[in-house]
């Protein structure tokens, strides 16, 4: 998300289990906190993640073997959990989660960043809560408020004057390549979001990198034999953990915290991310904020916010 893979990462539309929507024992609810907390931490780590990746692999390269190492999670956790397959029904819905999630997402933000900071994709990608939310709504015919409407197109506003201002009037391909991700994520997040009424969120995202598997395999082989490969720790650290942090363990705990807490509270957790991402460009990549990100990034938070209110 990831995440937003932030990304790329799930946003506040995914829908747990009608139980979470209930008020939560006092344990479970501190445990659960806990669980969406530290989703949130690992999605806010897949922009550094992936510019260290960039390190050691190309574009194509880190997506598909990013791709493929998650599948062979996922599938191991299904195996071992003994998940019964799907009903033949789903299948068209996690095909668009994958479509979005596991492969759009992933490989436009890894383009992007090839031109782009980390800082600056953290605040465009920002935008994923509001175009998710506006996506489903048209999508389930939901009629939001107007002040739900005001705060998402003032949150896009947001958005867009920052990345004309920081690629000097124009938008850049690297901004192309990010609002593109928005819309496909967004996509997928609206239809697991769905899916997730009908089963286990953790299951949705497991069954949607299952699907990508074959092409992940074949995508690698080709990608790793196209694209010079020059292993770095740094390089190696990243593919991991956009694998098995971002694309699946960090999906696998916001899902249980969020069946815990409900999705209102888990929402509010997530705000933090962007700024978060903002943090670790600093601490991790040594990147240097212009004035204009953590302000943009506050201003996209106080949109969110105002959307939360207006659709509780």
């Known amino acids: 998300m990831t995440a937003q893979d932030s990304a790329t990462a799930p946003t506040s539309i995914a829908v747990a289990d009608h139980p979470a929507d209930r008020s939560p024992a006092p344990a479970t609810s501190r445990n659960g906190s806990l669980l969406a907390g ?21 574009p194509w390269s880190l997506v598909t073997v990013r791709c493929l190492l998650a599948g062979l999670l996922a599938g191991t956790f299904l195996l071992v959990g003994r998940v019964s397959l799907p009903e033949r029904r789903h299948w068209a819905g996690l095909a668009v989660v994958a479509a979005g999630v596991v492969v759009g997402f992933p490989l436009l933000t890894t383009l992007a960043l090839q031109t782009s900071t980390t800082s600056h994709a953290a605040v465009v990608v920002g935008l994923l809560p509001l175009t998710t939310a506006a996506l489903s709504a048209v999508r389930t015919k939901r009629r939001p408020s107007r002040a739900f409407w005001a705060a998402a197109l003032a949150g896009a506003g947001v958005v867009v004057a920052f990345t004309i201002g920081q690629s000097g009037g124009a938008l850049s391909t690297g901004d192309l390549y990010l609002f593109g991700a928005l819309l496909i994520c967004a996509a997928g997040y609206t239809e697991g979001g ?19 598997l074959p092409l992940a395999a074949v995508g690698a082989a080709f990608a790793l034999a196209a694209e010079p490969v020059h292993l770095t720790a740094h390089g190696v650290a990243g593919v991991l953990w956009v694998a098995a942090g971002s694309q699946f363990f960090g999906l696998y705990v916001w899902y249980r915290g969020m069946a815990a807490i409900g999705v209102p509270r888990a929402s509010q957790l997530q705000l933090a991310q962007p700024l978060l991402t903002l943090v670790w460009a600093v601490l991790l990549l040594g990147e240097h904020l212009s004035p204009a990100a953590p302000l943009a990034a506050a201003g996209v938070l106080v949109c969110i916010a105002v959307t939360q209110r207006a659709a509780a």
Not at 40 to 57: D, M
């Open 38 to 58: 530290l989703g949130v931490v690992t999605f806010s780590l897949t922009f550094p993640a992936t510019a260290w990746g960039l390190e050691s692999f190309g």
């Open 194 to 212: 769905r899916l997730a009424r009908l089963m286990p969120g953790w299951q949705v995202i497991g069954w949607a990198l299952i699907l990508t």
